[in-house]
Nanobody
Framework: QLQLVESGGGLVQAGGSLRLSCAAS????????MGWFRQAPGKERDFVATINYESTITYYAEAVKGRFTITRDNAKKTVDLEMNSLKPEDTAVYYC?????????????????WGQGTQVTVSS
């Protein structure tokens, strides 16, 4: 079993920055892929970013490419999402997820464990 807890969400003005963090506890973090997804009100949950265990492969959604950066610290069992140049359309609940596989995927169904989410609100 793996538990994921997100933190760092909040209210920020457009153009601002936030750094989300996800702390993992349990045995399956090792070797696994980590990802971030988000769900805006009334919409489906969408892929944001993913990173493999060695941090050699990262994928980003087009909507966040160049603005968001995903990183991980395997010793601390954390994965972060640095979000810059935030826009009102980035407003959503952001979820951390773990995939018990070595290859990243953008598919939500490819992830096995999920955190409870953290709210990010970007005001215009």
């Amino acid at each position: 079993q793996l538990q994921l807890v997100e933190s760092g969400g909040g209210l920020v003005q457009a153009g601002g920055s936030l750094r989300l963090s996800c702390a993992a506890s349990g045995s399956t973090f090792s070797g696994s892929v980590m990802g971030w997804f988000r769900q805006a009100p009334g919409k489906e949950r969408d892929f944001v970013a993913t990173i493999n265990y060695e941090s050699t492969i990262t994928y980003y959604a087009e909507a966040v490419k160049g603005r968001f950066t995903i990183t991980r610290d395997n010793a601390k069992k954390t994965v972060d999402l640095e979000m810059n140049s935030l826009k009102p359309e980035d407003t959503a609940v952001y979820y951390c997820a773990e995939r018990s596989d070595t290859l990243p995927t953008t598919r939500e169904s490819g992830y096995d464990y999920w955190g409870q989410g953290t709210q990010v609100t970007v005001s215009s």
